[in-house]
Every structure is written in C-alpha cells, then in structure tokens.
Nanobody
C-alpha cells in the first residue's frame, strides 16, 4: 500500500503563491495517478488536479492557468504549484492515489494541509 504526507500549506494573501508537496512511501512503483483534492468548510471534497505516470495532467476549470501539478517519480513526490491565489481557494488540500487494480487494491489519502487565502 501507499502512504502519503502533504506539506506546504499556510496563510497567504490573495494574489500570492504556494507550493504543496506530497511525499509517497510504500509501494510507490505501483502508483499510476496522483491527484490533489480540496475541501472547503461546508463543501464537498473536489478534485483539483491529477497527473499520470506519463505526465498527462487534468485540472478543474476554476484553477486552470493558475495551478500546475507535477511529479518527480525518482523522489516519489508530487507537487501542486498554486499561483494567483484567491480567497475561494481556501481549503484543506489532500493528496490522493487512487486504486490501481490489481497492483494497488485500495485508495490512499494524505492527512491534508491547510491553505488559507486572505483577501
């Protein structure tokens, strides 16, 4: 299985930038997709960005052009570069590795890192 640890969250003013990191351990060679989700107070968790082993990326419309997801497979680390941050980006951000049957039979989630964007 895979264990995930996020870091890099914090308090930033609107228009600022943050870079989140997600370090994976365990069966990292079996990871295909890595994704970032976020959950704001009172809202459902939403998919923000994802990246495949081959480098294909996808983003929710609200962050396109502002956020960039990347990964360093040698370091078993994924990143989420967040620029031009807005107050509505405030949320707990989670790293996620979905199941990759049969190699990874279960989903994995990190503990989350808080991002607060002040106006």
């Amino acid at each position: 299985q895979v264990q995930l640890v996020e870091s890099g969250g914090g308090l930033v003013q609107a228009g600022g930038s943050l870079r989140l990191s997600c370090v994976a351990s365990g069966s990292t060679s079996r990871i295909n997709v890595i994704a970032w989700y976020r959950q704001a107070p009172g809202k459902q968790r939403e998919l923000v960005a994802s990246i495949t082993t081959g480098g294909d990326t996808a983003y929710v419309d609200s962050v396109k052009g502002r956020f960039a997801i990347s990964r360093d497979n040698a370091k078993s680390t994924a990143y989420l570069e967040m620029n031009s941050l807005k107050p509505e980006d405030t949320a707990v951000y989670y790293c996620h590795v979905p199941q990759n049957w049969p190699y990874l039979p279960f989903d994995s989630w990190g503990q989350g890192t808080q991002v607060i964007v002040s106006s």
